[in-house]
């Protein structure tokens, strides 16, 4: 089906490490995106491709893929990493040609 | 570096036409791609459509084509994003971004950025 699936909110205690994941039959062909929204404020990218990162972007943020599952690892959560993560994926039958997941947020305790 | 800036803030009543823009800046690219992106009140990320900026070849989301009108300035480096009779419902922060689609490995893979600041929508009788 064409459709990205997160949970919609997590949480980890400061410092420790949080996997964000998105599930969808289009991941099993595309490498999943990943952007950092915080209140206010415009999307803002933090992983693309296999598992690169904008040079912007601190190395605590990750990526991974597998099956059809993707995952945003954030290892060290610091407090400014709280915020919504969104994935997005092409969709294999091409209508629509563009999903985005539901959000995730992510909350630093 | 590229910068999309987008236009300011609308107040408009159902059943008006609107026209929002989307300047590329930062490059000397003439052809490429933008994305917009609504985000309803509270909610998340929806995907509208794109278009390419060097023949204007557009794609829609099915949710949003024939309720939107995408196109593009070339020449002037800007996107646009038009209503021709705003409801209520169309309420909400309105992104375009540069869109970039990569099929050169094993697995494929799209992202958008960078993003514009977003262009609030708010149509109220």
């Known amino acids: 089906s064409s459709e990205l699936t997160q949970d919609p909110a997590v949480s980890v205690a400061l410092g420790q490490t949080v996997r964000i994941t998105c599930q969808g039959d289009s991941l099993r062909s595309y490498y999943a995106s990943w952007y950092q929204q915080k209140p206010g404020q415009a999307p803002v990218l933090v992983i693309y491709g296999k598992n690169n990162r904008p040079s912007e972007i601190p190395d605590r943020f990750s990526g991974s893929s597998s099956g059809n599952t993707a995952s945003l690892t954030i290892t060290g959560a610091q407090a400014e990493d709280e915020a919504d993560y969104y994935c997005n994926s092409r969709d294999s039958s091409g209508n629509p040609l563009v999903l985005f997941g539901g959000g995730t947020k992510v909350t630093v305790l | 570096e590229v910068q999309l800036v987008q236009s300011g803030a609308e107040v408009k009543k159902p059943g008006e036409s609107l026209k929002i823009s989307c300047k590329n800046s930062g490059d000397s690219f003439s052809s490429y791609w933008i994305g917009w992106v609504r985000q309803m009140p509270g909610k998340g990320l929806e995907w509208m459509g794109i278009?390419?900026?060097?023949?204007?070849?557009?794609r829609y989301s099915p949710s949003f084509q024939g309720q939107v009108t995408i196109s593009a300035d070339k020449s002037n480096s800007t996107a646009y994003l038009q209503w021709s009779s705003l409801q209520a419902s169309d309420t909400a922060m309105y992104y375009c971004?540069?869109?970039?689609?990569?099929?050169?490995?094993?697995?494929?893979?799209?992202?958008?950025?960078?993003w514009g600041q977003g262009t609030l929508v708010t149509v109220s009788s």
């Open positions: 278009i390419y900026l060097g023949d204007s070849d557009t």
């Open positions: 971004a540069r869109y970039y689609y990569d099929s050169s490995g094993y697995y494929l893979s799209n992202w958008f950025d960078p």
